[in-house]
């Protein structure tokens, strides 16, 4: 999957067709073509033992590395960059923006909550915790959770904004749980706020970007601790703090390669946290000194009272020498498969199954744009279904910047971005429903080993473009929400369509109005709630639309300045990946997204009908 989560390289030129330079945001692939080109020469190389090592300049502050690269003992090399190239490289390595790391203590901050009292059990309470209220990854909020009726939605009105102080892209999917807001950021920083006032109770500052959304659950062995808040951050690092405090209980690191990462939310259930690792070695792993390609997708079981290992499932098999490139460079395969989505937990089979993402390198696993069903307990794989064969991909692969490390054919990129979502049907029948980037939606049958039930295609590919790598990528990417009817999914081409689950026919199209010449894509998760739908876009509009017919019920541009709680400025931007969290007819979601290059925003808005 490219960039950075978000849509690959070929989404961003789509995005930017007239070639405009990109500013970089954590993660994205300009810095690894660089820390490949300028850097790995001698970090890395076992003859440059003084050097220290790719992983330990990766837990470095944003600022250290920009001042070693300007200041510091790495000032030749860094004068040899330009400016961008040594900011770039600082947010990449470290995989936070620079300047943040004051600016975004709690401590720092002008709107504490006058007082911490203890929080109610989660359980007992309307929640949104994680990226989905249930496990299942539906995405949908019952009615006396939402506390939000299709007529009262209109009356939705900002009640407050919360800036991510120095953020670029508000991507984190907020969990709301026992009255408060749980929600990491892109500078590292996760958060807890009050729903009502967004006054805040804590900050704990992460090794890097924290993207998922963050689960409250209760913890035991930790005296004084009853809930804890788990996250995971974009150098595979996973966090368990007091919910209450913020104070850390336990850090594990799921995975050593240099470039693995948390970019989807774990999953916590009965005494176990399911992390979901993907790798961002796909951005550009084309430079010809690098040994491509040795990233790859895996779940990992932890002990959730300690952080301790119970077992770890990849999703290809371990890499192996292929062939030297032609600067006699070592080659490796399989690679890829990342998981960069929230695994979906089906407790009646005590399986949980996830999307994977494609392969770098040939040739491809068959497990890799597939969905794969692990039991539970042990981790064993016991099916799954491949969507896409042959998709090796990596970007700068196309075209010109092409080389010898390239896959023989790139692409088509297609990736399962998004959760399978587990639902019963009303014959009592349950599916596994996913979609990918190139349209096709499909329905698994999970008590037949993932045999196909439905196939549906949601997006044409345009006469005569049957062979156009962008073509393929106009269908779903972050995901949908599901109610007992319908699968309802944005689109990467603009508008959402609404699926029956049963069948796969479409049940109604919603298409928004775009300014001619613009192309805005609605690849973000939807959110559902019985009798509406909500959808956010590339263009920082949130629409809610009916569930019975698509017609739009509310909107609300977020492309704009707000004034926040906590005084900083903050402005949203695109919404690429998140859809709103919704509970007690209060509405939130951040707005920014700087992955592509365009739009970045580092706001956090709390809607209600009050
Ligand atoms: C010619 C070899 C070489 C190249 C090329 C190189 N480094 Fe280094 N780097 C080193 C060595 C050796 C050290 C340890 C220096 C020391 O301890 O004084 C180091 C240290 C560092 C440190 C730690 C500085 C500190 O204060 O602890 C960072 C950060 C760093 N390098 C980043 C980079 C980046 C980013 C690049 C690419 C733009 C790069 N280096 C290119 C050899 C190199």
Redesign the pocket.
């Given at each position: 999957m490219a960039i950075g989560l978000g849509m690959g390289l070929a989404a961003r030129a789509q995005e930017n067709p007239q070639g405009r330079p990109v500013t970089a945001g954590p993660g994205t692939e300009s810095g690894i073509a660089?820390?490949q080109q300028?850097?790995m020469?001698?970090?890395g190389n076992p003859n440059?033992p003084?050097?220290?090592a790719p992983d330990a300049?990766r837990q470095?502050s944003p600022e250290?590395?920009y001042e070693?690269?300007t200041t510091?003992?790495?000032k030749p090399?860094?004068d040899a960059?330009t400016e961008d190239q040594r900011r770039m490289?600082a947010t990449f390595?470290s995989g936070r923006p620079l300047g943040s790391m004051q600016s975004g203590d709690a401590r720092n901050m002008p709107n504490h909550c006058a007082s911490n009292p203890p929080m109610s059990d989660p359980a007992a309470g309307p929640e949104w915790n994680g990226w989905s209220p249930d496990l299942a990854n539906s995405r949908f909020q019952p009615a006396n959770a939402a506390g939000l009726r299709p007529d009262g939605v209109p009356q939705l009105k900002l009640k407050w904004a919360f800036g991510y102080p120095d953020g670029l892209s508000a991507y984190g999917q907020p969990s709301i749980v026992s009255g408060r807001v749980f929600v990491g950021s892109d500078t590292g920083f996760v958060y807890s706020l009050d729903v009502a006032t967004g006054c805040v109770y804590w900050s704990y500052q992460a090794k890097g970007a924290v993207r998922p959304a963050v689960s409250v659950a209760r913890v035991e062995g930790h005296s004084g601790t009853k809930y804890a808040a788990y996250f995971g951050d974009a150098h595979a690092n996973i966090y368990a703090v007091d919910a209450q405090t913020g104070q850390e209980l336990w850090t594990t690191r799921v995975d050593d390669h240099f470039v693995a990462r948390i970019t989807a939310a774990p999953k916590v259930y009965a005494g176990r946290v399911y992390v979901p690792v993907s790798s961002s070695e796909e951005f550009s792993a084309s430079d010809l000194d690098y040994p491509c390609c040795t990233g790859r997708g895996s779940l990992v079981a932890l002990d959730a009272d300690t952080g301790a290992r119970v077992w770890k499932t990849y999703m290809v098999p371990e890499p192996k020498p292929t062939r030297k490139n032609s600067r006699g460079v070592q080659q490796y395969s399989p690679s890829g498969g990342s998981i960069w989505n929230s695994p979906t937990i089906d407790t009646e089979r005590s399986a949980i199954y996830m999307g994977t993402g494609d392969g770098q390198s040939d040739p491809v696993p068959d497990t890799t744009d597939a969905v794969v069903a692990l039991d539970l307990k042990t981790g064993k794989m016991l099916w799954f279904y491949e969507a896409q064969a042959n998709d090796a991909f990596m970007g700068g692969c196309n075209g010109p910047t092409r080389t010898d490390n390239c896959p023989k054919v790139n692409g088509p990129d297609q990736d399962i971005g998004n959760s399978p979502i587990l639902r019963k049907l009303p014959n009592g029948k349950s599916v596994v429903v996913f979609g990918m980037k190139n349209g096709k939606v499909f329905a698994l049958d999970p008590d037949n080993k993932g045999t196909i039930l439905w196939q549906a295609r949601v997006v044409e590919i345009p006469k005569g473009q049957e062979n156009s790598f962008y073509a393929q990528l106009n269908g779903v990417v972050w995901g949908g929400a599901a109610d007992d009817q319908n699968v309802y999914y944005g689109l990467q081409s603009g508008g959402m369509v609404a699926l029956k689950l049963g069948t796969g026919e479409v049940a109604w199209r919603a298409k928004f109005p775009t300014p001619p010449g613009t192309r805005i894509s609605n690849s973000a998760a939807a959110t559902a709630l019985p009798g509406v739908v909500f959808l956010a876009g590339s263009d920082g509009k949130l629409h809610a639309l009916s569930a019975a017919d698509g017609h739009v019920l509310w909107e609300y541009d977020t492309a704009k300045p707000f004034q926040t709680v906590n005084k900083v400025p903050a402005r949203g931007g695109a919404i690429a990946s998140i859809g709103p969290s919704i509970v007690n007819g209060m509405i939130f979601i951040g707005s920014g997204y700087a992955v592509t290059g365009t739009n970045s925003g580092n706001v956090l808005l709390a809607f209600s009908g009050e």
């Open positions: 660089t820390f300028r850097c020469g001698c970090h440059v003084l050097a220290p300049i470095m250290k590395i070693a690269l510091g003992s790495m090399q860094g960059l490289l390595l």
